[in-house]
């Protein structure tokens, strides 16, 4: 991944406006709920802990000393953030005596074990020729929807270089517990509405009632998270003849009312409903399973929602 220099500044004006410059974990939107010795933990709480977590574990080649002093512009926030209003943030500098070429090659080489290295980049900020990697953690912890670790590497003079490590961490509010599919629901109906049409037809329906199918659809629906409040509202394309959505309802027997009806949509976060009453939404975050163990059963590899 290659980031544009207007993107890079867009990025690091935006982190600043946050206020997430801090060595310590703090919430970017509410500072003074942060403080786990004065209340028992929540997701916030939990959201904190991962971040410290995630610091600790940065790979960085040996001899580093901790160090703020001099920055480049390119190191003075993290270079990008989630589009979520619910996060916190904390980092730590380090200078190491190296070449830049040698500890970009070692980040780049290096994944802290447990995490996925995601992507990597290169960019020039006022002269500085800065290397950027993205790390995230395999698996998250309940109402944590996003996890990040970011490195970003500029040279300290002509034998050094500055080590910045960002941890970026979304939360969300616990999941209520009538959202989760219960035993007794053994039944999945699978239908596809075609949103653009007039009245909204039914297109293709699938009743499943095998177990060896129905219950990953299951629990891959029961492993979703809250879907966490965006900071900005992304535009969707328009819709057209082909748009469809998917209608998931969860059932005790075929002809018996649905406990919970999912809905995935084209552009939006997987719609929930309980026994007939609207329930947080949900997010398809890491590998969206759920979507597409629903394509599967309707015959496709992945969704078509047009």
Request: hydrophobic share 40%; glycine share 6%; aromatic share 6%.
């Amino acid at each position: 991944m290659r980031i544009s220099r207007t993107a890079c500044a867009a990025l690091l004006l935006a982190c600043v406006a946050a206020g997430c410059s801090s060595d310590h974990p703090t919430a970017t939107k509410n500072p003074s709920t942060t403080n786990a010795t004065t209340r028992s933990a929540t997701p916030e709480q939990a959201a904190i802990a991962l971040a410290d977590k995630m610091l600790n574990d940065a790979v960085v080649p040996a001899g580093k000393v901790r160090s703020a002093a001099g920055l480049p512009d390119s190191l003075q926030a993290p270079y990008q953030l989630p589009y979520t209003k619910q996060i916190v943030q904390a980092h730590r500098v380090w200078s190491v005596p190296a070449k830049l070429a040698d500890v970009a090659g070692f980040l780049h080489a290096n994944t802290p074990r447990g995490y996925t290295s995601n992507s990597g980049g290169v960019l020039t900020v006022g002269g500085v020729k800065t290397y950027f990697y993205d790390q995230q953690p395999r698996v998250l912890p309940p109402n944590v929807s996003s996890a990040q670790l970011q490195l970003s590497v500029a040279a300290d003079g002509p034998n050094a270089v500055f080590v910045r490590a960002d941890a970026t961490v979304g939360w969300t509010r616990p999941r209520p517990a009538d959202e989760f599919v219960p035993a007794t629901d053994r039944v999945v109906i699978v239908s596809v509405i075609h949103e653009f049409q007039p009245g909204k037809p039914l297109g293709k329906r699938v009743v499943l009632t095998d177990a060896r199918v129905v219950q990953p659809i299951v629990r891959a629906f029961n492993r979703l998270r809250v879907a966490a409040p965006p900071t900005i509202v992304h535009g969707c394309p328009p819709m057209g003849p082909r748009t469809v959505s998917y209608r998931i309802a969860f059932a005790a027997s075929p002809t018996s009312a649905p406990d919970i009806v999912a809905s995935i949509g084209k552009c939006s976060d997987v719609g929930v409903s309980v026994h007939g009453r609207s329930a947080p939404a949900l997010g398809d975050f890491i590998n969206a399973d759920f979507a597409n163990a629903v394509a599967h059963v309707l015959g496709l590899a992945e969704p078509h929602l047009g």
